[in-house]
């Protein structure tokens, strides 16, 4: 009721098991000791090795990379968007920005030697809290940013406080099931191995992978595969040929 429609709730059960963490003695205080001194290294910035990229085996790696980055990035802005409850006509311009700037991030990061900057599921827990315009990502990214000078506590919070809030929006992002349509195999089929596989391997490109050729078979199959965009028949070939360079990981 009341506590699921504030704003707040999401934050506080983070907190709340935070502290039932320290009590417990789950989360131990030496090693968040690390407040206002955050340790910044330069090592990697730049680091660049352009003849390497152009060896065979890394090209295939590199291949890999940026179509698992690709599917992982698109499923994750598709169900924020839904979540979030923008229109059907308007999601395909709002992804496409939020592809651009996906991989302007992703780029960027590379250079800079960091992790992948990109788009994480982990968004979703935001819009359940009530974000929904752009103020809502910029405050967040500022709070990511002075985070840098807090890392000792940010590393208070174990990921046993995260997780049980990460399942409950999971849950809450499973309404859009409800626009399925299940008298159309070919529909409901690819959705359903969608939603299995991608917990099973845990990852999301495996997920749409087996949604995407599914679908295409099962077009295929029923006869309907002149109905088809052409733009899927080429991801459905570089899906085939992800999985026979990388294999099934």
Do not use: C
């Not at 999401?10 to 003695?25: E, M, P, Q, R, Y």
């Not at 990109?118 to 002075?146: C, H, N, Q």
């Amino acid at each position: 009721g009341a506590v699921l429609r504030w704003n707040f709730s999401i934050l506080l059960t983070i907190a709340i098991l935070t502290v039932v963490s320290l009590i417990a003695g789950e989360t131990s205080i030496p090693e968040a000791s690390r407040v206002w001194k955050p340790r910044l290294s330069t090592a990697h910035v730049g680091a660049l090795d352009i003849p390497g990229v152009l060896e065979l085996g890394i090209l295939s790696v590199i291949f890999t990379f940026t179509f698992v980055e690709l599917f992982d990035s698109f499923g994750t802005l598709v169900a924020t968007l839904r979540k979030a409850g923008v229109r059907k006509e308007e999601e395909k311009k709002l992804v496409g920005r939020a592809m651009i700037v996906d991989a302007t991030g992703i780029s960027l990061g590379a250079l800079l030697g960091t992790s992948t900057v990109t788009a994480y599921i982990e968004s979703a827990s935001g819009i359940a809290s009530g974000g929904r315009t752009g103020l809502s990502a910029i405050v967040t990214g500022l709070l990511f940013l002075l985070s840098l000078l807090a890392s000792g506590l940010i590393l208070l919070v174990p990921a046993s406080a995260t997780a049980p809030v990460l399942i409950f929006v999971g849950m809450l992002m499973f309404s859009a099931v409800a626009r399925i349509d299940f008298s159309r195999p070919q529909h409901w089929v690819p959705a359903m191995l969608t939603i299995l596989v991608m917990p099973f391997t845990y990852n999301i490109a495996n997920g749409i992978s087996a949604g995407v050729v599914s679908y295409v078979l099962l077009s295929f199959a029923s006869g309907e595969y002149k109905k088809m965009h052409w733009l899927l028949w080429v991801v459905f070939a570089f899906i085939i040929l992800r999985f026979a360079i990388g294999g099934f990981h």
